[in-house]
């Protein structure tokens, strides 16, 4: 059984830096993908952040510059480095792995509870 648990969540002011982390277990993702994804109340959940299991990376536009996404399949962890954080940051973060066909088709899909992240002054 897949399971996602995600850690690092928490309140810091605006310009401030947060990690939050995801450990998976329940089977080996050295051949997933992991990333990151954020919804705030009312709104699309949206991508933030995903690494292939080839270490390749993909950011959303807005945090493109300020965000690092790393991952270490020894551990089977996924994490999100977030600096110059801004108030529209704020939303509940959610780790996600997934594997992908060779036509992009995404499989075995599975989420975290996600973590709340506030960014306020």
């Known amino acids: 059984q897949v399971q996602l648990v995600e850690s690092g969540g928490g309140l810091v002011q605006p310009g401030g830096s947060l990690r939050v982390s995801c450990a998976a277990s329940?089977?080996?993702?050295?051949?997933?993908?992991m990333g990151w994804y954020r919804q705030v109340p009312g709104k699309q959940r949206e991508l933030v952040a995903i690494?292939?299991?080839?270490?390749?990376?993909n950011y959303a536009d807005s945090v493109k510059g300020r965000f690092t996404i790393s991952r270490d399949n020894t551990k089977n962890t996924v994490d999100l480095q977030m600096n110059s954080l801004k108030p529209e940051d704020t939303a509940v973060y959610f780790c996600?792995?997934?594997?992908?066909?060779?036509?992009?088709?995404?499989?075995?899909?599975?989420w975290g509870q996600g973590t709340q992240v506030t960014v306020s002054s």
């Open positions: 996600y792995v997934d594997r992908v066909t060779l036509i992009g088709t995404s499989y075995n899909e599975y």
């Open positions: 690494i292939t299991s080839g270490g390749r990376t």
């Open positions: 329940g089977s080996s993702f050295s051949q997933y993908r």
